[in-house]
T-cell receptor
Framework: DTEVTQTPKHLVMGMTNKKSLKCEQH?????MYWYKQKAKKPPELMFV???????INESVPSRFSPECPNSSLLNLHLHALQPEDSALYLC?????????????FGPGTRLTVL | EDQVTQSPEALRLQEGESSSLNCSYT??????LFWYRQDPGKGPEFLFT???AGEEKEKERLKATLTKKESFLHITAPKPEDSATYLC????????????FGTGTSLTVIP
């Protein structure tokens, strides 16, 4: 089983709202990722967690706040977003951070900021 | 500077018309090259991983190959359900699993 689940599938929020995206995997993977993908563009890495600790933060604005409560869960807390933050947000996981580890992606959350 | 380029940007094929997609890379120390398929509005679906020049992998109508400078995804006798965007990604770091994605090839197979 190589399933990564994400909720919600769609989210519409105003610029003053606070919301959270959730990601879950039960493959025993120890690395988890958040990506942002705009239309007709490749995914852009935002954050990487390894063994529940933040490993990489790609200079993402502070209005995006990641959280890894345990090895199976990854959250992305959203606050005071801008319309340009509207995108498909993808979660992925891999066995570890080894160069040969495949990343498995979830279906994504389509976020619209009004 | 590490770079990953995919061509063509878009490809239209008749059903049954075989073709190849290209992923060329200029990186130092390739550790792995990954192919994904992405349907509109969905997450990338893993297809193949290639680790060394000369390696080939096959799955149904798809075959991926790797040289020292590029990878090809060959599609034999495609069907309309093969229509999707195909992404390649390379991994170059020994200290983290950071992907460099190409911009993708949008494939349309016409019945």
């Amino acid at each position: 089983d190589t399933e990564v689940t994400q909720t919600p599938k769609h989210l519409v929020m105003g610029m003053t709202n606070k919301k959270s995206l959730k990601c879950e995997q039960h493959m025993g993977h120890r690395a988890m990722y958040w990506y942002k993908q705009k239309a007709k563009k490749p995914p852009e890495l935002m954050f990487v967690y390894s063994y529940e600790k933040l490993s990489i933060n790609e200079s993402v604005p502070s209005r995006f706040s990641p959280e890894c409560p345990n090895s199976s869960l990854l959250n992305l807390h959203l606050h005071a977003l801008q319309p340009e933050d509207s995108a498909l947000y993808l979660c992925a996981s891999s066995q570890d951070l080894l160069p040969t580890d495949t990343q498995y992606f979830g279906p994504g959350t389509r976020l619209t900021v009004l | 500077e590490d770079q990953v380029t995919q061509s063509p940007e878009a490809l239209r094929l008749q059903e049954g018309e075989s073709s190849s997609l290209n992923c060329s890379y200029t990186v130092s120390g390739l550790r792995g090259l990954f192919w994904y398929r992405q349907d509109p509005g969905k997450g990338p679906e893993f297809l193949f991983t290639l680790y060394s020049a000369g390696e080939e992998k096959e799955k149904e109508r798809l075959k991926a190959t790797l040289t020292k400078k590029e990878s090809f995804l060959h599609i034999t006798a495609p069907k309309p359900e093969d229509s999707a965007t195909y992404l390649c990604a390379v991994q170059v770091s020994d200290t983290g699993n950071q992907f460099y994605f190409g911009t993708g090839t949008s494939l349309t197979v016409i019945p």
